[in-house]
């Protein structure tokens, strides 16, 4: 499994785990036996546009994790995909804000890359996750009008993955959308305080969310390999 993603991917490496580590962990518990290899490929402050073949930045990594996994011709190959908060912001990451039609053709394209390079993978997209309305730092501005850009991007993800069934039905699938609200719910346990200039705000998960989150995600990623 190749995650992709930006710092809620990336996490916290709390005694060294991360939401992708946990998804592993989750996927070789006694009710789900077999061997699993993670990569995380999750990059604070990126955005779709960073993952893009032709900027040749993260996409370059992703490519050199994924190839080191894909000479095991025994192994199911997947990317686990969860990219949007930054791509939300009013303003700071690379491209952002980016709109909900641009966030659904840098998927794509990112989505075509890989199908290209490594047929027979498998390609999760995960929905990005609830973050608080006063989210605002040294770095991005979020607010309201990027959590409302996150619901908005839910549909382009739909969309994407119905236009591969005629040709991808069994490559391309939606992933986890009940982590946003259960985050919603417990961010008080499950996401670090930070302050910025509009109060107290809510953005990343701590250990416990982590935890959290990668269950999520391998739940999704179960149902997508059966």
């Known amino acids: 499994m190749v995650f992709i993603g930006d ?18 962990e989750y996927l070789i518990s006694p009710k789900n036996t077999g061997g ?18 032709a900027t040749n930045t993260e996409f370059k990594k992703v490519k050199a994790a994924a190839d080191k996994f ?50 027979g993978c498998k390609i999760v997209f995960n929905y990005p996750i609830w973050y608080s309305n ?20 839910w549909i382009e993800i739909d969309e994407l993955v119905q236009s ?5 039905h069994n490559q391309v699938f939606k992933g986890d959308k009940n982590a946003y609200a259960y985050f919603e719910k417990n961010y008080l346990t499950d996401f670090k305080p930070e302050t910025g200039p509009d109060g107290t705000f809510y953005l990343h998960p701590n250990a416990k969310g982590d935890k959290a989150l990668g269950e999520f995600w391998a739940k999704a990623i179960l149902k997508a390999v059966k």
């Open 7 to 24: 710092s809620i991917t990336q996490g916290s490496k709390v005694l060294g785990q991360t939401p992708p580590d946990y998804a592993g």
């Open 36 to 53: 699993v290899q993670v990569a995380n490929c999750g990059v604070s402050g990126r955005t779709t546009v960073n993952f893009l073949p």
């Open 70 to 119: 894909y000479v095991d011709k025994q192994a199911v190959l997947l990317f686990s995909v969860m990219l949007g908060t930054n791509d939300s912001a009013i303003k700071g990451p690379l491209g952002a804000p980016v709109a909900p039609g641009d966030y659904r053709a840098n998927l794509k394209t990112i989505a075509d890359s890989l199908l290209a390079a490594y047929p």
């Open 134 to 153: 006063n989210t605002h730092n040294r770095g991005a501005t979020y607010l309201q009008e990027g959590q409302d850009r996150v619901k908005a991007y």
């Open 164 to 168: 591969y069934k005629s040709t991808k």
